[in-house]
């Protein structure tokens, strides 16, 4: 049976830390700074916090460093919410999703522009293929259908596609 506790813990804690983050937190050093996701360990003792920077000039390490700092306020909001008996040991990532999303969209762009066709070499995906076959190059059933003799055609054989 699987156990839908965690998850909903896991998005329920996401949305107290954001919201403590965004109105309850003070520290101009995080601002912009937004948890992404929440992993709680099956025992509920451990968290770890995904966060992401995206406005926000400072680095990763000074960050993470003001957010461990941060970590007791944290942990009163978990207690003040009242939604878990035990409050767990919050540990801080930096969460590269949108970094690597970046480098992705820039190697595609690289790639596109490399197979980009300026110079028009005539393919267009439009263009039916039957206008460029001549007639000549089409095989006709119908052709073959009339030299086939139908009084040679066997009637055991039938029987025999049955039993199989």
């Given at each position: 049976?699987?156990?839908?506790?965690?998850?909903?813990?896991?998005?329920?804690?996401?949305?107290?830390?954001?919201?403590?983050?965004?109105?309850?937190?003070?520290?101009?050093?995080?601002?912009?700074?937004?948890?992404?996701?929440?992993?709680?360990?099956?025992?509920?003792?451990?968290?770890?916090?995904y966060?992401s920077?995206?406005?926000?000039?400072?680095?990763?390490?000074?960050?993470?460093?003001?957010?461990?700092?941060?970590?007791?306020?944290?942990?009163?909001?978990?207690?003040?919410?009242?939604?878990?008996?035990?409050?767990?040991?919050?540990?801080?990532?930096?969460?590269?999703?949108?970094?690597?999303?970046?480098?992705?969209?820039?190697?595609?762009?690289?790639i596109?522009?490399?197979?980009?066709?300026?110079?028009?070499?005539?393919?267009?995906?439009?263009?039916?293929?039957?206008?460029?076959?001549?007639?000549?190059?089409?095989?006709?059933?119908?052709?073959?259908?009339?030299?086939?003799?139908?009084?040679?055609?066997?009637?055991?054989?039938?029987?025999?596609?049955?039993?199989?």
């Amino acid at each position: 049976m699987k156990n839908y506790r965690i998850p909903r813990l896991q998005n329920e804690l996401k949305k107290l830390f954001n919201t403590t983050l965004s109105q309850k937190l003070n520290d101009p050093k995080l601002d912009w700074v937004q948890i992404t996701e929440v992993v709680l360990s099956r025992d509920l003792r451990y968290a770890k916090l995904y966060f992401s920077h995206y406005n926000n000039p400072a680095k990763h390490e000074v960050i993470r460093e003001h957010l461990i700092k941060s970590s007791g306020f944290f942990k009163k909001q978990i207690a003040g919410a009242k939604i878990m008996r035990t409050i767990p040991e919050l540990s801080f990532y930096y969460d590269d999703t949108e970094d690597r999303a970046t480098k992705v969209e820039a190697l595609l762009a690289r790639i596109k522009s490399d197979y980009d066709d300026d110079d028009d070499d005539g393919y267009d995906p439009d263009i039916d293929i039957e206008d460029y076959l001549d007639d000549d190059d089409y095989y006709n059933y119908e052709d073959e259908e009339e030299d086939y003799d139908y009084e040679d055609y066997d009637d055991e054989g039938e029987d025999e596609l049955d039993l199989i």
